[in-house]
């Protein structure tokens, strides 16, 4: 089992940055997938980014690939979501999740979540 608290969330303005971590409690950490996911008020929970155990894969939502940078660091048990060039519509409350199979984008299929941070991106 793992726990996971995310933050780093905050107000920014448009084309700024903001780093995300997501830390892990449990000795397990490294044998979990990590996603990033958000959800906009009205609108379903939407995939991010991902990122497998040892860091060799990631993927990206299309929406923020070439912009958000997901990256881990096993040693902390934590995982990081690097944003720029930050946009209106990336105003969103932010979710890291864990499963032990990498790959997946539905939310429906991630065991464990943290609680959520917030972004707001002002233009």
């Known amino acids: 089992q793992v726990q996971l608290v995310e933050s780093g969330g905050g107000l920014v303005q448009a084309g700024g940055s903001l780093r995300l971590s997501c830390a892990a409690s449990?000795?397990?950490?490294?044998?979990?997938?990590i996603s990033w996911f958000r959800q906009a008020p009205g609108k379903e929970r939407e995939f991010v980014a991902g990122?497998?155990?040892?860091?060799?894969?990631?993927s990206y939502g299309d929406s923020v690939k070439g912009r958000f940078t997901i990256s881990r660091d096993n040693a902390k048990n934590t995982v990081y979501l690097r944003m720029n060039s930050l946009k209106p519509e990336d105003t969103a409350v932010y979710y890291c999740?864990?499963?032990?199979?990498?790959?997946?984008?539905?939310?429906?299929?991630?065991?464990?979540w943290g609680q959520g941070t917030q972004v707001t991106v002002s233009s």
């Open positions: 990122i497998d155990y040892s860091a060799g894969r990631t």
């Open positions: 999740a864990a499963d032990r199979v990498y790959g997946s984008r539905l939310f429906i299929e991630y065991h464990y």
């Open positions: 449990g000795r397990t950490f490294s044998s979990y997938a």
